[in-house]
């Protein structure tokens, strides 16, 4: 049974910082796409990030572009997600997900097979 299990979230002020992990159980985050979206209340879940199972090629979503850094460490099966320079509008529950084995995830959460809890992110002004 695939689990993913975040954590890291808080409460931080404008300008500050967090790290985010989603610990993966089940299935080998070498071998699978990794994502992360977030979900803001009375707002729809949007992409954030994504790591191809490479670890090479990484997509960030505009709004955090030079902000954000998704990054893995595969003897620990774990994806981190770095998020530096916060502002309230990033506030919002966060969760990871997990692709297929070697399949091609992108942007779209259907794309993804498996989704963990949840960590919730806010930002004072």
């Known amino acids: 049974q695939v689990q993913l299990v975040e954590s890291g979230g808080g409460l931080v002020q404008a300008g500050g910082s967090l790290r985010l992990s989603c610990a993966a159980s089940?299935?080998?985050?070498?071998?699978?796409?990794m994502g992360w979206f977030r979900q803001a209340p009375g707002k729809e879940r949007e992409f954030v990030a994504a790591?191809?199972?490479?670890?090479?090629?990484?997509d960030y979503a505009d709004s955090v572009k030079g902000r954000f850094t998704v990054s893995k460490d595969n003897a620990k099966n774990t994806v981190y997600l770095q998020m530096n320079g916060l502002k309230p509008e990033d506030t919002a529950v966060y969760s990871c997900?997990?692709?297929?084995?070697?399949?091609?995830?992108?942007?779209?959460?259907?794309?993804?097979?498996?989704w963990g809890q949840g960590t919730q992110v806010t930002v004072s002004s």
């Open positions: 790591i191809r199972w490479t670890g090479i090629i990484i």
């Open positions: 997900a997990i692709a297929g084995p070697y399949r091609i995830s992108g942007r779209s959460p259907n794309n993804y097979d498996y």
């Open positions: 089940g299935r080998t985050v070498s071998r699978a796409d």
